[in-house]
């Protein structure tokens, strides 16, 4: 791995996720979070020269870590769409899907891209910033209801309505929240000073769900990956809150992310996959000490029947 996707990111699990993979030499894989290509040139470094890596990023500024190998192809966009652009490459049917879904440091540490609460900037948030909307846009024209919803749904905060009602009241008073710090302004007094990291961290994990459909994407590579996947391929997702992992967890135990269950005549659960782990997959001390931003990653893998 170069120094650039080093400071780019440092991928979660790494050992874990490329054995729960399960790469055949000659097979065909995608890793629909490329970001630093730290999971990519791990599963390249095991294939032959028959095998094929599809690397989906919709964030322009992954393509600067692309993997020269003619193995690999860069695909610059969003896994929402992944059948898709497969399609496009010729691809129908794959041997092994990974998704980290962890934000990339790159992405919190670029102060302009708004995504911490550590630097003020414009609250941007957006993970493709040739489209979609920023997060200064769905503040200012979201309904005091959308806004509480996110940040209790997305969020879990339990002064979701009391914040969403103060965003609202600045606008209306000619004080748009529009940047890191105006947000900080807004919410802080309904945040307890001993739980202040914690929140703050909930309040843009939920504005930046809202940003970028995360949580629609996800149902949708999901639902892609049943149609993708060869029988006996795997599916190996890497979450970072449980919002993420209820939906993954429910698409392996029973095929779809609301985790409604279908019976066979035997009583038996009728499902596409089988789990791999029946445990959730945690980091040790050891990966926690190197990295401290993987201490919230669960490792699922299932493959499919």
Do not use: C
């Amino acid at each position: 791995m170069n120094d650039q996707s080093i400071v780019y990111h440092i991928p979660a699990l790494l050992d874990e996720s490329m054995a729960g993979l399960n790469i055949v030499p000659g097979g065909t894989y995608v890793d629909v979070t490329f970001g630093g290509g730290g999971h990519s040139r791990a599963i390249i470094s095991r294939l032959g020269e028959e095998g094929r890596l599809y690397g989906f990023d919709q964030d322009m500024d992954a393509y600067a870590n692309r993997i020269d190998d003619p193995r690999f192809t860069f695909v610059h966009g969003n896994f929402a769409y992944m059948r898709n652009f497969l399609r496009y490459y010729g691809v129908e049917a794959v041997d092994g899907i990974i998704a980290d879904l962890g934000v990339s440091f790159h992405h919190f540490d670029d102060a302009a891209r708004g995504f911490s609460f550590r630097a003020d900037a414009p609250l941007d948030m957006r993970m493709n910033r040739d489209g979609s909307r920023r997060a200064a846009d769905l503040l200012a024209d979201a309904t005091e209801e959308q806004i509480a919803d996110w940040f209790y749904n997305y969020g879990e905060l339990k002064q979701s309505r009391r914040m969403a009602g103060a965003i609202v009241k600045s606008r209306m008073a000619g004080i748009p929240v529009d940047t890191v710090g105006r947000l900080l302004d807004v919410v802080k007094p309904f945040i307890k000073p001993s739980q202040e990291k914690k929140e703050l961290a909930q309040v843009f994990q939920a504005l930046r769900i809202a940003v970028n459909d995360e949580l629609g994407a996800l149902r949708s590579m999901l639902e892609q990956a049943l149609q993708v996947l060869r029988p006996g391929g795997r599916l190996v997702v890497i979450t970072y809150h449980s919002l993420e992992d209820r939906m993954v967890k429910n698409f392996i135990r029973s095929g779809n992310v609301d985790g409604k269950v279908e019976k066979d005549f035997y009583g038996r659960i009728d499902t596409p996959f089988k789990a791999v782990n029946n445990k959730v997959i945690q980091p040790g001390e050891e990966e926690v000490a190197r990295n401290p931003r993987s201490r919230s990653a669960k490792l699922r893998i299932a493959e499919k029947i």
